[in-house]
């Protein structure tokens, strides 16, 4: 019996956030406009609509649309989601057009603030991730009964765009080949979960990038490691991974999460990485208590490549000129160093059905060429520390 | 010996008032035609969870749910799953969010259920023993508290 169904829903978060340092900039992802005053309301506030079609037994159909301060003037950017889904059996589907990558816990419902515990996905953990969420492709989809629990096991295929913020300037991504293998096992109370991505850069549009034209024309007899450099640099081609482990926990009272994750690059704009963090709650009544620590570093020391030696012969238009580029490519490539620790606690008050309330406070110690996950304008960097108080208000609805 | 008996005779009262305070007995209920006989724990918990969106034998199934903080509803859930009405809500906003499944529809009385459920063939819900109906079949009881 064919049923055509039609089901509009929402959610939404209004957020306010203090930042105590005033010369970084937080922005929960590349992808959103980091604020540049102490009080926004703009870092944490948005609404989505979803539209969910169920045509018939085998086939169905998503849509959702999210706005929020997004650095990206596209409009074709606020669509998340957009896909049909068949399901040829119980165990099996197929999704194809716009899905979520699903590279970590939070991916597929970060925006969902009345979804999870926190004011907002740990940056630490999901800044990176969260700004290459949205994959254009298809996927495919198992579940089964496991040893007492569900295994979840999905596999997808697809490419990305993305237009981020950072340094305060802006670039834009393209990754073609982006593959995702997500595995999850759910019991009652604990779940685990496993995955593993890669995904090859097609294009970088970022004005440091005009330095690898730079380097390419230097001549080899002049300065040999020119070349090193500019390859190293140069995004086109580039593979990025990504692993993460992660388990939950979640019964009566107690609340617990935590992931741990490895992103893997030799593009030297983009450094491997170590990320991860572990939260704890308490439920009171209506009320949840939390604490969080998070972590993330960069895998090896910053990259330096040997400055050009060059003769005496060489003129003095053409020596400084080299001496500028390689000053300006080794400052790049050192840009998206990451290197943070933070500390968070905060309490979740679902105060109505649907409504919710939460007050954080991150305290956050940024180690000396670390600070890639804000949006700073200076080069010379210091170890710093910043402390965020958010009040946030999320909610959901269905019409 | 006389301890002993003393410690059942208060086991077996704080099953009394258990029972007590979570009300009367849930049923896990279908519609008559339905095919299905039986399910087990781990069956209902896929279909009121959202992990699948059909019954053990393929046929689709849809769920029904009771209206915020009704007593039964907290119940149910604290019996299925051992979770709160606003963990269930955050864990729905989760599924639904990130397109996975839509929750159940929500009726807003035990009596609009009886009387959605007797019209629906696919349909599942959870029901206090005292509105059991002939137009509906039991598939699931919990095991007394």
């Known amino acids: 019996m064919a049923e055509a169904d039609l089901k509009v829903s929402g959610f939404g978060t209004l957020g306010g956030i203090y930042n105590d340092n005033d010369t970084l ?6 992808t959103l406009k980091a604020t540049d005053t102490a009080w926004s309301w703009k ?11 169920s045509l018939d037994e085998k086939f169905d159909a998503v849509g959702q649309l999210v706005l929020k301060d997004r650095v990206s003037d596209r409009f074709n950017d606020n669509i998340e989601l957009l896909f049909m889904r068949y399901r040829p059996t119980r165990d099996w589907y197929v999704r194809l057009g716009r ?51 569900l295994l979840d096991v999905k596999l997808g295929y697809g490419k990305s765009n993305a237009v981020f913020e950072g340094l305060n300037t802006q670039f834009e991504i393209d990754l073609e080949d982006v593959w995702v293998f997500t595995s999850q096992l759910t019991f009652e109370a ?34 040999p490691q020119a070349s090193t450099m500019a390859s ?17 926990y979640d019964s009566d009272s107690w609340v617990f999460q935590s992931e741990i994750g490895y992103m893997h690059s030799d593009w030297s704009f983009l450094q491997s990485f170590y990320s991860g963090y572990a939260s704890i709650g308490y439920r009171f009544g209506d009320a949840t ?15 330096y490549y040997q400055a050009p030696n060059l003769s005496p012969e060489v003129p003095p238009e053409l020596s400084s000129a080299i001496g500028e580029l390689y000053a300006e490519s080794q400052l790049a490539i050192n840009l998206n160093r990451v290197h943070q620790s933070s500390f968070s606690l905060g309490v979740r008050w679902d105060f109505y059905p649907n409504n919710t309330l939460k007050f954080q406070w991150d305290n956050i110690n940024i180690e000396e060429g670390g600070t890639a996950l804000w949006s700073h304008s200076f080069t010379q960097e210091i170890d710093t520390q910043v402390n965020l108080f958010s009040i946030n208000y999320s909610f959901i609805f269905s019409l | 010996m006389k301890s002993l008996l003393r410690c059942l005779i208060l086991l077996f009262g704080l099953c009394i008032i258990g029972q007590w305070v979570h009300g009367e007995e849930l049923l896990v209920v279908v519609h008559k035609d339905n095919g299905i006989e039986q399910l087990t724990k781990a069956q209902v918990v896929d279909i009121f969870m959202g992990r699948y969106i059909t019954f053990p034998n393929g046929q689709k199934a849809k769920a029904y749910d009771l209206a915020p903080k009704s007593n039964d509803k907290a119940q149910f859930y604290k019996q299925l799953v051992n979770r ?3 963990q ?12 996975r499944s839509s929750p159940p529809v929500t009726v807003d009385s035990p009596e609009r259920l009886v009387e959605a459920l007797a019209q629906s063939p696919q349909g599942i819900a959870y029901i206090p023993s005292h509105y059991m109906t002939d137009k509906l079949k039991v598939v699931y009881r919990f095991e007394a508290l």
């Open chain 1, 25 to 30: 900039n937080f922005h929960r992802a590349f």
């Open chain 1, 43 to 53: 870092s944490d506030s948005l609404i989505g609509v979803q539209l969910n079609a």
């Open chain 1, 99 to 149: 899905t979520h990558a699903e590279l970590y816990m939070l991916s597929e419902y970060r925006n969902v603030g009345y979804g999870y515990l926190w004011a907002r996905p740990i940056p630490e953990f999901y800044a990176f991730s969260s700004s290459i969420s949205q994959v254009d492709g298809v996927d495919v989809g198992f579940s089964r009964r496991v040893a007492g629990g």
């Open chain 1, 190 to 223: 604990w779940s685990l979960r496993l995955a593993a991505a890669q995904a090859e850069v097609d294009s970088f549009t970022f004005k440091a990038i005009g330095l690898v034209d730079g380097l390419n024309q230097v001549p080899s007899n002049l300065w």
């Open chain 1, 232 to 248: 190293d640099l140069t995004p086109e081609g580039q593979i990025l991974n990504y692993f993460a482990l992660g388990a939950t």
């Open chain 1, 289 to 303: 208590l939390y604490g969080v620590v998070a972590h993330i570093e960069n895998q090896n020391p910053p990259l």
């Open chain 2, 84 to 86: 709160s009405e606003a």
């Open chain 2, 88 to 99: 269930i809500n955050a864990y729905w906003a989760r599924l639904l969010f990130s397109g």
